[in-house]
């Protein structure tokens, strides 16, 4: 990171800009070409400069950039209902700017559901450990994650982190207090760490049975990740939360997120009690509408698991040829990754080095999260350069970047 620059130091990027993106490519000025199979971190599902999101941030940019959520914003109404639709049990939204802050409305909305029905001391939130959900004040100390935590001050009263097995016991660890269990339904940043159906359906009834609310993060397993638009429409109607978190893929790229509520719970979300300047600005409801409509059109999620399951028989014969490299397989659908014997963030390195780009996640994870409208020959080639990566990785004694 070039020292002298007045941005803070929260990031360390490598010395490539890009400028420029088209589907699952990303340019540099000089025109270097780069296969992007982290997609801003499971954002731009669509690849980059989708035809109908362009469309749809031109056609609106013409008409009308902001309105204060104190007037009606019709692209709201559109969207909401179309996600009230498509999952059945929901029956309110509250449109955010980010992942975070719609963690933060859920929080709240489940915080204040008990309280509206007179139990005021029902606000323990229960979370587990490598849980993500965010970086305000609130959602560090939901993730619970001590490296996040250190140094900001006394840690928020309310949370209670479980190890991530004890989601098995969970109701061992309910009580009369317990307002919500918050996860994600497959970890991201903790690893990539799919949760099985069957313990996604025992958790969704013991939380029934304790009348604790279940919150599901959904910002990065969302948005058609895992083959279904939502990771929990796996469990097919059996493991549905009370209230969801989504972000960063619905958006496609442009800043958006959504808190989605039963509707007798968010109904306590009264005037006053919530609110944002920007979320859900006709700028974004314009994107949010385009994406979900490409999302759901014929054929995509049916696109998704054919090529997620192409990418996994890859990955398997990649662990097969690097068994010194390749520890396990991770995640579901284009959520995807490999937990290393080798450092994963030296593989990441390299691999940028390569041409192609991928994250990196906790327990050592190398993480991919390409566009969604990636196909086979984009698969190839990611697993080429992969290859190659792997190849030195195991040459080298102490590979290190
Ligand atoms: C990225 C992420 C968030 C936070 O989203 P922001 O838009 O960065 O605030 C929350 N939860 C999960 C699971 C995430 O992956």
Known sequence: MAKGDHLYDCYAPPAQEFVRGEGAYLYTEKGEKYLDFIAGIAVNGLGHGHPALIKAVKDQSDKLWHLSNMFRIQGQYELARKYCDEL????????????????????????RYHYDQGDTERYE?????????????????????????????????????????????????????????????????GGLRPIPI???????????????????DEV??????????????????????????????????????ACIAREDIAKVMVPGTHGSTYGGNPMAMAVGNAAFDAMTEPGFLAHVNKTANFLKQQFEGLKDEFPDVVDELRGKGLLIGMRLKKPALAVRKNALAKGLLCGSAGDNVLRMAPPL????????EAIGILRECFKEAQAAEDFVA
Request: proline share 4%; glycine share 14%; hydrophobic share 40%.
């Open 373 to 380: 409208i990636i196909d086979e020959n984009h698969v190839r």
């Open 220 to 257: 990065q397993c969302g948005a058609a990740r895992t083959g279904k638009l939502f990771a929990h429409q796996w469990a097919e109607g059996k493991a549905d939360p009370d209230i969801m978190a989504a972000a960063k893929g619905i958006g496609g790229g442009f800043p958006l997120g």
């Open 125 to 189: 939130i229960i979370t587990f450990t490598g849980a993500f959900h965010g970086r305000t004040m609130g959602t560090i100390n939901a993730g619970g994650n001590p490296k996040y935590l250190k140094g900001f001050g006394p840690a928020l009263p309310g949370f209670t982190h479980l190890d991530f097995a004890e989601l098995e016991n969970l109701e061992e660890h309910l009580s009369d207090k317990t307002a919500a269990v918050l996860f994600e339904p497959v970890q991201g940043e």
């Open 198 to 216: 069957d313990t996604l359906i025992k958790v969704r009834n013991q939380c029934t049975e304790n009348g604790t609310l279940l919150i599901y």
């Open 88 to 111: 059945g049990w929901a029956g309110k939204v509250f449109f955010t700017n980010s992942g975070a802050e719609a963690v933060e409305c859920a929080m709240k909305t489940a915080r």
